[in-house]
């Protein structure tokens, strides 16, 4: 079973908080993502990092920051929260192994913007 | 046109039928993912392959790289089998997602 945490598991908040959705992972993996779910749609990838101080944008624009100061740590910031941002936030983890390792998936922050 | 796409988009089945769900992309890979999605939101690794075939336990996976087609099968359906089955390609270091399959399992 994959040791990758997710806190909040829901969030409703107001127009304009700043907010910051924590993911954690205890496997030592190098590679982190961070995904985008619409209800029924696809996951889009928002952001992602292969390392400490490395962090990429994924092909979903995105108004959200992330940060990658610890290997188990990959914290996502919202500044300004939108409606717009209402959606499921997923986040995981694989191995720098190879290019196609198996990514093992949080359980996911459902956020609500009002 | 989606790069992924998964049919039936959703799908019913009485307990113990066989289940197939399919995958096809138009993309270059170098390995395709199944995953499962609970209604809860968490997602779950059921296999990645390359070639071939996989099984796990009531599951069997197979990929025809040169038709870029997979199938997901589920032998002897269960009602807690019910979940969204998400078919994923690993495409110049990224994995594309299809829109996923939901799947309802009724005793």
């Known amino acids: 079973e994959a040791d990758i945490y997710q806190t909040p598991r829901y969030l409703v908040i107001g127009t304009g908080k700043k907010i910051t959705l924590e993911c954690s992972q205890t496997m030592g993996h190098d590679k982190m993502y961070w995904y985008q779910q619409d209800p029924g749609m696809e996951l889009h990838l928002i952001h992602y990092?292969?390392?400490?101080?490395?962090?990429e944008k994924g092909d979903l624009s995105s108004e959200s920051t992330v940060s990658r100061i610890r290997t188990e740590h990959f914290p996502l910031t919202l500044e300004s929260a939108r409606p717009s941002h209402t959606s499921q936030y997923l986040c995981a983890s694989s191995d720098l192994a190879g290019r196609t390792d198996t990514q093992y998936f949080g359980p996911g922050t459902r956020l609500t913007v009002l | 046109k989606n790069e992924v796409e998964q049919s039936p988009q959703n799908l019913t089945a009485q307990e113990g039928e066989f289940i197939t769900i399919n995958c096809s992309y138009s993309v270059g890979i170098s390995a395709l993912h199944w995953l499962q999605q609970h209604p809860g939101g968490g997602i779950v690794s059921l296999f990645m392959?390359?070639?071939g075939k996989k099984k796990h336990g009531r599951l069997i996976a197979t990929i025809n790289i040169q038709e870029k087609h997979s199938s997901l099968h589920i032998t002897a359906s269960h009602p807690r089998d019910s979940a969204v089955y998400i078919c994923a390609v690993w495409a110049t270091d990224k994995l594309i997602f299809g829109t996923g399959t939901r799947l309802q399992v009724f005793p």
């Open positions: 990092s292969y390392g400490v101080n490395s962090t």
């Open positions: 392959l390359s070639s």
